[in-house]
């Protein structure tokens, strides 16, 4: 099971108390996946369809809660690749359906007994700070997705028209986040990229438990991030340090072969003989072999200084 999946199904079994925030999650969902049909000005009925069965059993139970409805599921095996269930579930207009179109704010009454759609999000269904968490909740399970920490940090709702997503963005940035909208394949998609408002989104809608794994993915990351991070940079001081001492040994031996190293005054003849000794010894090391000891600029004057005189003795030679 996906990470996001498990998110939904631990949404599903969330059913709030109140029936404002039933009414708000509700009219997230029908927003989000549902399907309005109209036969006529008094034959309206609403379909939904999941291809999650803990979602279809949320619908049902709001549906039942709400309006005393007992929904038959209807299930379908899906054609396509993957062959999943679908999970439909029609409201018919004898069922009353209007009635719930409208308490979810989804249908509007128009001029002369018509009626229209209400792509907003209406301030009565999201009026209390609970309703909002339970119309992101609902959005989340109709139309939301998370990826997987482990891969990327990612969530975002999946909005049919402009206007839901700008008003799902403006309820999503009410709780301090920063989410942002992007167009795709003729959806708008509302999103939020970092771990920790990622984070604040699971809260928010109340899962708890894929929030505690979400946290420990990060954790673990953040962890294995600084280590290799630690490691890239010790291993490149290393190889540094590697590189130097190469370069140091070759100019000494080209001055012990070409003049001999007897012809360096003895401070620059004891750091060289120390260095051919002791090749994998770091500058500190190498200044406390001295007598007196010395620090790490020292030396490293000291060693740039042969460096100077090897190039002076390749440059008379070459004139010579």
Do not use: W
């Not at 939301?144 to 990327?152: E, F, H, I, L, T």
Request: hydrophobic letters at 40%; one cysteine or more; a positive charge.
């Amino acid at each position: 099971m996906s990470f996001s999946s498990a998110a939904k199904n631990e949404l599903s079994r969330v059913i709030p108390e109140s029936r404002c925030c039933q009414i708000a999650e509700l009219s997230a969902m029908v927003r989000m996946g549902g399907i309005v049909r109209f036969h006529g000005l008094q034959n309206i009925s609403l379909r939904m369809v999941t291809e999650n069965a803990a979602i279809a059993r949320k619908i049902f139970t709001l549906l039942k809660n709400l309006y005393g409805l007992n929904i038959a599921i209807m299930v379908r095996k899906n054609k396509h690749l993957k062959k999943n269930n679908s999970y439909i579930m029609e409201v018919t207009a004898a069922m009353g359906a209007r009635r719930v179109l409208r308490d979810t704010g989804v249908l509007l009454d128009g001029r002369n007994g018509g009626v229209g759609l209400n792509y907003c999000i209406p301030e009565e269904v999201t009026e209390n700070r609970c309703c909002s968490r339970a119309y992101l909740r609902g959005a989340f399970l109709g139309g939301g997705s998370v990826s997987n920490p482990d891969k990327a940090y990612h969530l975002e709702f999946v909005a049919n028209s402009a206007q839901h997503a700008g008003d799902l963005r403006r309820l999503v940035n009410n709780f301090g986040l920063n989410s942002k909208i992007v167009e795709r394949k003729g959806n708008y998609v509302v999103y939020v990229k970092e771990g920790e408002q990622i984070v604040d989104m699971l809260n928010i809608m109340g899962a708890y438990n894929a929030l505690l794994k979400f946290e420990n993915t990060r954790i673990f990351k953040d962890v294995r991030n600084n280590v290799n991070r630690i490691v890239n940079c010790e291993t490149a001081n290393l190889t540094k340090t590697i590189n130097a001492s190469v370069k140091q040994i070759e100019n000494i031996k080209y001055i012990r072969d070409s003049v001999g190293l007897n012809r360096l005054p003895p401070n620059l003849r004891e750091v060289a003989e120390l260095r051919l000794n002791y090749p994998d010894a770091s500058l500190k090391e190498l200044g406390q072999m001295l007598t007196p000891t010395l620090g790490k600029s020292g030396v490293n004057h000291r060693l740039r200084r042969i460096e100077e005189l090897a190039e002076d003795i390749k440059v008379s030679k070459s004139r010579g």
